[in-house]
């Protein structure tokens, strides 16, 4: 049986982002084997055993980061003998991508994709979607939708109660929403809604959220550092609505069309890492994401819920 390889590093988000374009590489490509590569990463890590994504990928490869764990990749991907190479990491410099051309090239792959892929519109074109193109340059956005989605499924959530879900975590601090403002929303959440709060986070949040539950709210539950994968995902999964910062989160939603709310810095190029779903709405103001008003946010969601 010939043997794919797909190469995407970093978070879950980036993970999330390339779905449908494995997905798209499973359909042209169904009786091969396919193996994802990806540096290491602790929430990534658990999708070998705990995702099931229609079986588009068979193997997930994970390596160190730095030059030992590099040199030790490139002998273990030798001995795979991969028919093909997909590339699907975000575009770099001219001079990174004959780097990583090269590195792959040692692997004596007969054929490569994507590694000098240059999309004319790539300031404005999604991520998820340019990833599409890199493997199928005529590909037909129409049908998109059937790509985008997650087929893990659960018996029952975790949480029996209508709730909704606050994702106060993010990978850089200039693309976050400031503590005032998570602060602001919830008190109005719970002046103007019946449903119950959950903070969704990593370690690194535990501490700001029991700033924002300081005071006695009994409709408040922080899961900041509590959930492995799956139960992340559930949680997501059976909320009402997400409102998120600019994180892996985000795309999860995307995944189960989700009603999102999207708090975007004005940094990264317009529309590339927007959730693919029409169910989402984004802000991003051109002042930054602090500047957005929790007032904004709750009449957003109220009109989504369809509470006024």
Request: charge should be positive; charged fraction near 20%; glycine fraction near 2%.
């Amino acid at each position: 049986m010939k043997k794919i390889l797909c190469i995407r590093n970093s978070k879950l988000g980036d993970y999330i982002i390339a779905i449908p374009a494995i997905k798209l590489i499973r359909k042209k490509n169904l009786n091969c084997k396919i193996y994802y590569l990806s540096s290491k990463n602790n929430f990534v890590k658990e999708l070998p055993s705990k995702i099931e994504n229609d079986n588009i990928v068979n193997k997930f490869i994970f390596y160190e980061h730095n030059l030992v764990g590099i040199i030790k990749l490139l002998y273990k991907l030798r001995n795979f003998h991969f028919h093909k190479i997909y590339y699907l990491n975000e575009n770099s410099s001219f001079l990174r991508n004959i780097r990583n051309y090269f590195f792959y090239l040692l692997i004596k792959t007969k054929k490569r994709i994507g590694f000098f892929y240059k999309n004319k519109d790539y300031k404005k074109f999604n991520e998820s979607k340019q990833l599409i193109q890199r493997v199928e340059p005529k590909y037909n956005d129409l049908n998109f939708s059937t790509l985008n989605k997650l087929s893990l499924s659960f018996s029952s959530p975790i949480i029996k109660k209508k709730y909704l879900t606050l994702s106060i975590s993010g990978f850089s601090q200039v693309k976050n929403w400031n503590l005032k403002n998570w602060s602001r929303l919830i008190d109005l959440l719970l002046a103007n809604s019946n449903l119950n709060i959950v903070i969704l986070g990593t370690n690194h949040d535990i501490i700001s959220a029991k700033y924002l539950i300081k005071k006695n709210r009994n409709r408040i539950i922080s899961y900041c550092g509590k959930t492995n994968l799956v139960q992340l995902f559930n949680l997501i999964r059976y909320t009402k609505i997400h409102i998120t910062n600019d994180n892996g989160s985000m795309h999860v939603a995307s995944l189960y069309k989700k009603n999102i709310i999207c708090l975007f810095n004005n940094h990264d190029p317009w529309g590339k890492w927007f959730p693919s779903n029409k169910e989402a709405v984004i802000i991003r103001p051109n002042n930054g994401v602090d500047n957005i008003s929790p007032y904004k946010v709750l009449k957003i969601l109220l009109k989504s819920l369809n509470l006024v």
